[in-house]
């Protein structure tokens, strides 16, 4: 019996089997034209899966990027910790940890989620300034700004593949449904052209586990 297509099936099957039925329509005398009229909705929903797993790679790539400026925005966060420490082992009347880190350290900091890590790195910077701009610790302003900048605009481009990949994926969802109907067309209109039993013929059969193991035995032997 004829296999049919549902949306349960990957693309990879939507394709295999639609490429194999196209096949045996052209080998078969009159039955070209159900070839033709399916091969345009296999090559878009092919370009629609392949557009997929390009964006979800970028969207990959996305994520590593932000865990990378992430990293650089946590490395910054420890140096002007053990700076202010530092300076407040040499100053110890002009104490400035605790007010960087008004919270008893930087360890909770870095367990925060994307965006808030960056906004509280925002709000050490803003401590920092307030220190003047004569202060030791304003050498560390402007990196600090280009590790919070890095980690937003990751943030954002992360945010921004995502929807890529909802789009894409739903496109190519569209594609699969497309590609089921022409199926399920072309199946009904050889039916009315050849007959149920030779229609069959020109669509990928389901296979039962019997006939299975009947083919392997016959190519183990």
Known sequence: MARQLNDSMSSEVHINNS???SRSCKQTKGAAEFANKIDPFISVLDEKHL?????KLLQDNAY???????GGLDDRIRTISDAA???DRENPAQSVYKLLFPNGGYSSILRYSFAKKADAAEEIKERIKSLGAEHSLSAQITPLEENIAKVRSSLSALQQAKTNVRTAVANEEVAQANLRKQYEHNYLDAIKMFGKTFANRLFPQTVSKKK????????DA
């Open 51 to 55: 557009e997929t797993k390009k964006v």
């Open 212 to 219: 299975i193991e009947e083919i392997e035995e016959t190519v």
């Open 19 to 21: 490429l194999r039925h």
């Open 64 to 70: 590593d990027d932000l865990l990378f400026n992430e």
């Open 85 to 87: 420490k530092q300076h």
